[in-house]
């Protein structure tokens, strides 16, 4: 029973970084609500096939990974409607330059192909190793740096920045106004 608590403590100590591994994949917080409900759902269902001692996160991402990619082929199958309702959009703009900067940054991080997307958020904003996010992504380390580098490149392409003039906004930007 004690291995039980166990696991169950270890995956809640885990819920914000699968809340952002989530956000990453899905672009809408309330889809990634969903996707970490029904990863942690599959989790608990299919804990006894979890081997103690092996990485758990790991374990948890893929799952999360597998039922994103399936919840996505279903979608293409099953046209919902409009997506994005307008009193959800919102009414006044930010007058921080922070706040501006930092938004405009997270859509050129969502307007990333996926693959870019995931590996980016897996290794620069949830501080993954190269390794884990290729064992994650099931690629080899080099495809991992790869996409990371054509990530960034293809974000200040997106922002129309170079890499000198990023690198003076972000030692401008204090940590606490980042998130």
């Given at each position: 029973m004690a291995t039980q608590t166990t696991f169950t403590?270890?995956?809640?100590?885990?819920l914000p970084k699968m809340r952002a591994y989530a956000r990453?994949?899905?672009?809408?917080?309330i889809d990634a609500d969903d996707l970490v409900q029904e990863t942690l759902t599959r989790a608990l269902r299919y804990h006894d096939r979890y081997t103690e001692g092996t990485q758990l996160k790991?374990?948890?991402?893929t799952i999360m990974r597998n039922t994103h990619?399936?919840?996505?082929?279903?979608?293409?199958?099953e046209r919902p409607g409009i997506a994005d309702c307008v009193s959800s959009a919102?009414?006044?703009a930010p007058t921080?330059?922070?706040?501006?900067?930092?938004?405009?940054?997270?859509r050129?991080?969502?307007?990333?192909?996926?693959?870019?997307?995931?590996t980016l958020v897996l290794v620069a904003v949830l501080g993954e190793s190269y390794e884990t996010a290729a064992a994650l992504c099931n690629c080899p380390m080099g495809?991992?740096?790869s996409r990371i580098n054509r990530a960034r490149r293809m974000i200040l392409d997106d922002l129309n920045l170079t890499q000198s003039e990023a690198a003076e906004i972000v030692q401008r930007t204090p940590e606490t106004q980042i998130g």
């Open positions: 403590d270890d995956v809640i100590d885990l990453a994949l899905t672009r809408n917080v790991a374990w948890l991402f990619y399936t919840d996505v082929k279903k979608r293409t199958r919102v009414t006044v921080h330059d922070i706040v501006i900067a930092h938004k405009e940054v997270i050129a991080i969502d307007r990333l192909p996926l693959q870019y997307r995931e495809t991992i740096k």
